[in-house]
């Protein structure tokens, strides 16, 4: 059995997504490792002083600096004769595809050798659910309010695993928590590659989302079985492979489990479905 | 040896000579020839490392994750860069890291400008770091060994606050502190804590109500305890060289029997001496401080140094709403310590405002009323 690097006791909601996910990561990664840590509920959750849920050495500094932090480290122990020791930062949608962009952007340019796991929840949870450039289009947020005038988040959503990729770094990639075998296939694959690496991790929000904390698994399988998430593979900028998920679900049945889409017209839904179906094209 | 060299280039081969296993720069406008002399030295193998990062936030954050791994680490900023590293500088300081930077004082924006004042660093006060004021580039580069043996030693970063052009862009004499010098004076970096796969710890973790506040103490005491850690620090590298200034929190020049004494900090000191020496010469009894501490503000020493005098502070900084903050922390020493002094307050040289010697002799003869005044020059 492999050692449990991010143990119980922390503070995750029941049915954490991220949660659940680091213990994937970090069981794939292994000992060998320091783990540079975004502000969010990653580092609520697992680090308040005297405690914390990290049985691998961890550093916090701020939101937004994670990657340029990480490039400190890994300089550093490269520096001081330690070709070994991988450093893996985690981090929120909201510090990767928006108040870090730039730092991260940076530390990808510059190739550094770091693996930069995002946990994509779709929203800033710890804070309250305020909306991020990863939250989906029309979803329900404390800042993308469903009212008489808007109704939900207006915009879609970035694409940060192609602007990550489009730095032709060496190996971008993503996937799901549901998918635990991905999981560890690719953080194992980036860790054979020096140079920057981009995870891209879907992990489930019951609390933020209103999913049933049961089904918090499910949502980030159906997703994949949907075809709204695709778990593809980049190396040097270009794609070099992509899950199929065989017949793909009708995006409603991943929809209807949540609290934050249940608005939606089915004309919206209808029109979610069209644009997951143009995103195939040539995929499959 | 002694050269005749670049400010700048002068401060890059001291940093280069302290042996830094992370340098981590980002050339703003306003930029000085540190970062790009640090990365000429870089590419020519004389430094390990160089992370070009894409902003000054980068920068520092950089060294913060370096000086957590034991790296030795070093940046240099200037005025909006400082700005902008504002957040983690607090960051570096309240995690007890270890980074140095050279701080290449420039006004702030706006209107911009990118000439010579101290707001940038002054605005940064309450942010946990030491600052080290320079006169010369001879100074400057004496400072910056000391600046890592004191970083290193009480976990406290520490800043080399240098002026913007009058001291980056100079050519002058400058004996460069070499290697084996260093190696003499400044140990290796061992924290007490790092980040290590080998004996894996926490760091960085957030304090609820029950012990934030602890831990700010602890910082807070620490900095008003390394006034004795700067002086010795100060006193090995003059042991070492015969270089020294002051008692390393800061300088009197004619200062023991002078009854008017100009107090001020980093290379406008320069004038205030030949002008004191032009004063003297006419008999008159004045005298000049150089603050070279800045945090910690060795208020009780500086109040016992100027006690039964009329001080006119000079400040490259304002404090917008209130007093001059050195003028405000001298007087709030005077008042505890040392109460018969008068302290006038005098703000000039904003954003390259020339202060020539002249305008140093104006301002001590203006402070030879009974009142005590508050003009900008």
Same mark, same amino acid.
């Given at each position: ?10 503070r995750?909601?029941a ?6 996910s680091?213990?994937?990561v ?14 969010g ?14 049985k ?10 994670v990657?340029? /932090?990480?490039?400190? /480290? ?5 520096? *001081? ?5 991988q450093?893996?930062c985690?981090?929120g949608?909201g ?5 870090g ?5 940076? *530390? ?35 800042t ?7 109704k939900?988040k ?6 940060i ?19 635990p075998f ?8 980036? *860790? ?22 049961a ?13 709204i ?19 793909r ?26 644009e ?9 | 040896?002694?050269?005749?060299i ?21 050339p ?16 020519? #193998? ?12 980068s920068a520092i954050?950089?060294?913060i994750?370096?000086?957590a ?13 400082l ?31 990118i ?9 940064e ?7 080290l004021?320079?006169?010369t580039?001879?100074? %400057? ?8 043996k ?10 080399v ?8 862009? %100079? ?15 400044l ?42 850690d ?17 008692n390393g929190?800061f300088e #009197? ?7 008017f ?6 290379s406008?000191? #320069? ?9 003297r010469?006419?008999g ?5 401080l150089?603050l ?14 100027i ?16 007093d %001059? ?11 505890e ?11 000039? #040289? ?15 003869q ?12």
């Amino acid at each position: 059995m492999v050692e449990e690097l991010f143990v119980s006791g922390h503070r995750a909601c029941a049915g954490c997504g991220i949660a659940t996910s680091f213990r994937e990561v970090m069981k794939a990664v292994g000992k060998d490792v320091i783990v540079v840590n975004a502000t969010g509920c990653s580092e609520i959750v697992s680090s308040p002083y005297p405690q914390s849920a990290w049985k691998v050495p961890y550093i916090h500094s701020l939101f937004e600096n994670v990657p340029a /932090v990480a490039s400190g /480290v890994s300089h550093a122990l490269r520096s *001081m004769g330690n070709d070994h020791t991988q450093v893996v930062c985690i981090a929120g949608d909201g510090a990767t595809y928006d108040i870090g962009f730039g730092a991260l952007s940076g *530390m990808l340019e510059r190739n550094d050798d770091v693996i930069y796991v995002c946990y994509d929840n779709e929203a800033y949870m710890n804070t309250g659910i305020q909306r991020s450039s990863a939250t989906p289009w029309k979803a329900a947020t404390t800042t993308s309010q469903v009212g008489s005038a808007v109704k939900g988040k207006p915009q879609g959503k970035k694409p940060i695993l192609e602007i990550a990729a489009a730095h032709k770094i060496p190996y971008a990639a993503s996937t799901s928590v549901g998918y635990p075998f991905d999981v560890a296939k690719k953080l194992k694959k980036a *860790m054979g590659i020096k140079g920057a690496r981009f995870i891209l991790l879907f992990a489930s929000c019951p609390t933020g989302w209103g999913l049933d904390t049961a089904k918090s698994i499910q949502a980030t399988k159906l997703i994949v079985e949907t075809g709204i998430w695709k778990m593809a593979e980049y190396e040097n900028g270009k794609m070099t492979g992509v899950f199929k998920p065989g017949k793909r679900k009708p995006v409603e049945e991943y929809i209807k489990l949540q609290s934050r889409f249940k608005h939606l017209t089915p004309e919206d839904i209808a029109a979610i479905q069209k644009e997951v179906d143009a995103s195939w094209t040539g995929l499959e | 040896m002694k050269k005749t060299i670049e400010g700048s280039e002068a401060m890059a081969e001291t940093v280069q000579n302290c042996n830094p296993d992370v340098v981590a720069c980002f050339p703003i406008t306003p930029s000085t020839h540190i970062a790009e002399d640090l990365d000429h030295i870089y590419s020519n #193998g004389g430094i390990r490392d160089f992370i070009p990062v894409e902003s000054e936030l980068s920068a520092i954050s950089a060294l913060i994750g370096a000086s957590a791994t034991g790296g030795r680490s070093f940046s240099t900023t200037s005025s909006q860069g400082l700005a902008l590293m504002h957040e983690a500088l607090f960051n570096a300081a309240g995690m007890r890291l270890s980074p140095v930077m050279v701080v290449a004082n420039r006004a702030l924006s706006a209107p911009l400008n990118i000439w010579n004042d101290h707001q940038d660093s002054v605005s940064e006060r309450d942010s946990g770091w030491l600052q080290l004021f320079c006169e010369t580039n001879q100074e %400057a580069c004496d400072a910056i060994p000391q600046a890592f043996k004191i970083a290193e030693s009480i976990a406290i970063p520490v800043m080399v606050c240098v002026d913007g052009f009058y001291l980056t862009h %100079a050519v002058e004499q400058v004996d460069v502190p070499d290697k084996e010098l260093i190696a003499k004076y400044l140990p290796k970096f061992s924290p007490k804590v790092k980040l290590d796969s080998q004996n894996p710890i926490t760091m960085g973790a957030y304090a609820f109500p029950s012990d934030y506040q602890d831990f700010r103490k602890d910082l807070f005491d620490d900095l008003n305890n390394s006034k004795a850690d700067i002086m010795r620090a100060h006193d090995e590298w003059a042991k070492l060289t015969g270089r020294k200034y002051g008692n390393g929190l800061f300088e #009197g020049y004619r200062l023991e029997d002078a009854e008017f004494v100009f107090l001020g900090m980093g290379s406008v000191m #320069g004038n205030a001496k030949e002008a004191v020496d032009r004063m003297r010469a006419k008999g008159e009894k004045v005298g000049a401080l150089k603050l070279r501490s800045f945090r910690p503000f060795p208020g009780e020493e500086l109040a016992k140094a100027i006690a039964g005098k009329k001080v006119a502070v000079f400040e490259k900084a304002i404090s917008l709403g209130g007093d %001059a903050p050195i003028y405000t922390e001298l007087t709030t020493a005077a008042l505890e310590f040392h109460p018969n002094v008068v302290i006038s307050s005098f703000i000039g #040289g904003l954003g390259g405002k020339d202060v020539t010697v002249e305008v140093v002799v104006q301002v001590l003869q203006k402070i030879k009323g009974q009142e005590p005044l508050k003009e900008w020059v």
